[in-house]
């Protein structure tokens, strides 16, 4: 015997319907909307951040800093003390909208004093000679300087102005606490008007409310090595006395706030402890 397929017209359309079936679909999925722009493009997902046509995405970090400043004294600090130095460490939070909140601690050094002859009359006689413990001139002498600390909050906003989203312009303003003194040192030893907390009369420790603003650059890569930032910074601090009494003030119960200023050169160096991974995506043009 002898068998033969037989395929009656009504197998040959069905067949016939099911391979173009196939083929529109297939046709979809290359060419389907999602897969190409409105202008043509085809989408690519690069990691090469080093093409000018790659576009970062803003994303969520938090980082630790070191910083350092330089500021110039206003008001009543500057009738004592010249410019200062600064170094602190700081936290901050990064939203995806570009939106910081942080916490900052500086420690202030270096200010000398403005007026050579402060201490006439009081640890020096009116011509400016130290007489030591043992009613002699001293050959030694002492040392002076403004130190301040401070610590805040902050709230911000990085504004970009390139393709690098996570970095641009930074705006921040704050509040926290500021105090400073004036430190005075005795290396030898030879002053008893210093001794234990005889020097507590003459260092004028204050303290009180501040705020402070910033404008400056933050600048993030993705090798997480090149990210810092740098600006200007300003501080208006309202302060009182913490000593009940000052050397040759008096007591300080009713001594009012006193207002001081700071203008700066600001700098610092992020170190990254978390950002959320995105996928980024651009278009061949």
């Excluded at 704050?174 to 040192?185: E, M, N, P, T």
């Excluded at 004028?204 to 402070?212: E, I, K, P, T």
Aim: net charge positive; glycine share 10%; charged share 20%.
């Amino acid at each position: 015997m002898c068998f033969s397929n037989i395929h009656t017209e009504k197998d040959v359309a069905s067949n016939r319907l099911l391979h173009l079936f196939l083929f529109l679909a297939s046709a979809f999925f290359l060419f389907a909307p999602q897969n190409v722009d409105a202008q043509g493009s085809k989408p690519v997902y690069q990691t090469d951040f080093s093409s000018k046509d790659y576009v970062d995405t803003a994303a969520p970090m938090i980082w630790l800093d070191a910083h350092f400043a330089y500021h110039f004294p206003m008001g009543a600090l500057r009738t004592m003390f010249k410019n200062n130095f600064a170094v602190g460490p700081g936290f901050t939070f990064k939203s995806a909208g570009n939106w910081t909140v942080g916490l900052h601690f500086d420690y202030m050094f270096g200010a000398n004093m403005r007026d050579p002859d402060y201490f006439n009359g009081t640890l020096a006689n009116n011509d400016g000679t130290v007489i030591d413990g043992n009613g002699l001139v001293s050959q030694g002498g002492i040392t002076a300087e403004g130190r301040y600390w401070t610590i805040g909050a902050d709230f911000g906003k990085i504004i970009p102005v390139d393709r690098w989203k996570n970095s641009g312009i930074w705006l921040k303003i704050g509040a926290g606490y500021f105090s400073h003194r004036l430190r005075v040192d005795d290396f030898s030893h030879q002053y008893p008007q210093l001794d234990n907390n005889y020097a507590k009369g003459y260092d004028q420790r204050s303290g009180g409310f501040a705020l402070n603003q910033f404008i400056g650059y933050q600048f993030v890569r993705k090798n997480r090595m090149l990210n810092f930032f740098i600006g200007l910074e300003f501080y208006e601090m309202w302060t009182k006395p913490n000593r009940n009494y000052i050397f040759f003030q008096g007591p300080t119960a009713e001594m009012p706030a006193k207002f001081s200023g700071l203008i700066g050169f600001k700098a610092g160096w992020n170190i990254p402890l978390y950002e959320r991974k995105t996928t980024t995506t651009f278009y061949y043009r």
